[in-house]
């Protein structure tokens, strides 16, 4: 075996090449520490991102990431896009474009949000790096150290990053099946008003909601915009997963109902197109998008040409809203069955949410379950999922996960569900030898049936445990 220069030993033929560095030694870390500025002392890895390298393995059904399932996309369809912009527009392509976006791209995005209900002019919005960057710039335009965002619980986990290298003081009010309690955040409003302190913003996902799967219901949307109006506080929606509906009536947006005077809107094609075009946007209050431009001037001058005209050029080809009809067939079938083995593999005092769109499955164990130490033993096993800790800056989450249903093919999801179901279940029944307590079986192993065939269970959202830190950020 050789070693290249970075220490790693190279991948057997036929692996994917590894990515990723090999840890630092001791004496690498020491070097540059006096270096870092204080900020980088809080921040912290995405639970997803560091869980792409090990998922990445072929032999790995991996239930983690948020993939799209990429593998959908007609390659023709993709070469006529290439081919379009080589024939029309290489140089363009090949060039630095405006902050704010193509205008081409801006009409696709325009066309995305009339189809979710809401009109938006090219003045109103930047085109982005993925949803994922205008986070990350709202964050950066919004936070000084120790400034309060209010969140829900579980939040984003690709959120969790963010908001930690700006040293937010992030605060979670807990969700049932009807989304944020927005009841619980207002009484946290008053109680930080109390203590003198102005939260600058609330970021949800209130549709489909990533991780917990639920969506807001239109009274607490109401109330919600309400309550900015009344508090003079920002709203981020953020929208990933609205056009990846499975059942029900499409959701009124919150923008739609503030009209955009409090409330940011952000949206993305990851999941209606391709992660891997890194395109989102940002619509935003006037004076509030000339900060986000110069953020964004600061982190890379402008969005990708190449992808942008990749998008407009795809909405030029094909009816777009058809690849999104064919994804949503395809999802609802694999939650479907993922909802279905979980009824059959996981133990009866296990909790999951029933989503009515989007790419995730909300699971909650008996709470002498540690998800974080569960993940290594289901890594043995050849799956993956995200435990719920990632998904609190607090330390809640330990005994639920996160499960992605639309990244593999159903019987990857039967297959990897009834693995973790098989560890889930051992565990039971240690700590039933141990502690004398009688736990009750799989429903699979009792050969029972689904005593709730629609699988909807109320969402556990787990409550703190003892050992666990204030809501606080780093
Ligand atoms: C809720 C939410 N916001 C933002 C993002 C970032 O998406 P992207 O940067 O790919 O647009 C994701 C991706 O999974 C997400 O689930």
């Not at 919600?224 to 609205?242: F, K, M, S, T, W």
Request: overall charge negative; some cysteine.
């Amino acid at each position: 075996m050789t070693i290249d220069d970075k220490g790693r030993a190279p991948s057997a033929p036929g692996e994917p090449k590894r990515v990723g560095r090999s840890p630092s030694t001791a004496r690498d870390i020491e070097r540059y520490a006096g270096l870092f500025a204080s900020r980088t002392r809080g921040m912290k890895s995405s639970a997803m991102r560091d869980m792409m390298a090990v998922t990445a393995r072929p032999e790995v059904i991996s239930l983690a990431g948020g993939l799209p399932d990429t593998r959908s996309f007609p390659p023709e369809t993709f070469a006529a896009m290439a081919n379009q912009i080589a024939a029309e527009s290489c140089a363009r392509a090949l060039q630095y474009g405006p902050t704010e976006g193509l205008p081409e791209t801006i009409d696709c995005i325009a066309e995305v949000m009339a189809a979710e209900g809401m009109r938006v002019d090219a003045d109103d919005l930047i085109v982005t790096t993925g949803g994922q960057q205008a986070i990350d710039l709202v964050t950066r335009a919004l936070i000084d150290p120790g400034d309060v965002i209010i969140a829900e619980a579980p939040t984003y986990p690709g959120a969790v990053p963010s908001f930690a290298s700006y040293q937010a003081d992030v605060v979670q009010i807990d969700m049932d099946a009807d989304g944020m309690r927005v009841d619980l955040m207002e009484e946290t409003l008053d109680r930080l008003e109390r203590e003198g302190r102005r939260p600058k913003f609330v970021y949800t996902v209130p549709s489909f909601q990533n991780p917990a799967g639920v969506t807001m219901s239109l009274p607490r949307r109401k109330r919600l915009v309400e309550v900015a109006n009344e508090r003079e506080i920002l709203v981020l929606e953020d929208n990933p997963y609205g056009m990846l509906r499975y059942e029900g009536e499409p959701q009124t947006t919150l923008r739609s109902l503030d009209g955009g005077v409090y409330v940011m809107y952000l949206g993305t094609f990851s999941k209606i197109l391709s992660p891997g075009i890194r395109l989102g946007w940002i619509v935003a209050p006037g004076p509030v998008l000339d900060k986000l431009n110069l953020g964004k001037q600061a982190a890379d001058l402008c969005t990708s040409t190449l992808s942008q005209l990749m998008v407009s050029s795809y909405f030029h080809q094909v009816g777009w809203r058809d690849y999104v009809d064919s994804l949503v067939e395809i999802y609802r079938g694999r939650r479907d069955t993922m909802l279905d083995a979980l009824e059959r593999h996981f133990p009866p005092q296990a909790e999951w949410t029933r989503p009515a769109g989007g790419l995730f499955i909300w699971a909650t164990l008996p709470d002498f379950i540690d998800t974080t130490d569960l993940l290594a033993r289901a890594l043995q096993a050849n799956v993956a999922f995200v435990p719920g800790e990632g998904a609190y800056m607090d330390g809640r989450g330990r005994s639920s996960m996160r499960l992605n249903f639309s990244g593999v093919d159903e019987d990857e999801i039967r297959e990897g569900v009834r693995r973790i179901g098989e560890i889930v279940q051992e565990q039971v029944e240690l700590y039933g030898t141990l502690t004398g307590e009688q736990q009750a079986p799989a429903r699979a192993a009792e050969g029972a049936p689904a005593e709730d065939a629609e699988g909807g269970r109320v969402v556990k959202i787990p409550t703190r445990r003892s050992g666990g830190e204030r809501a606080s950020g780093p």
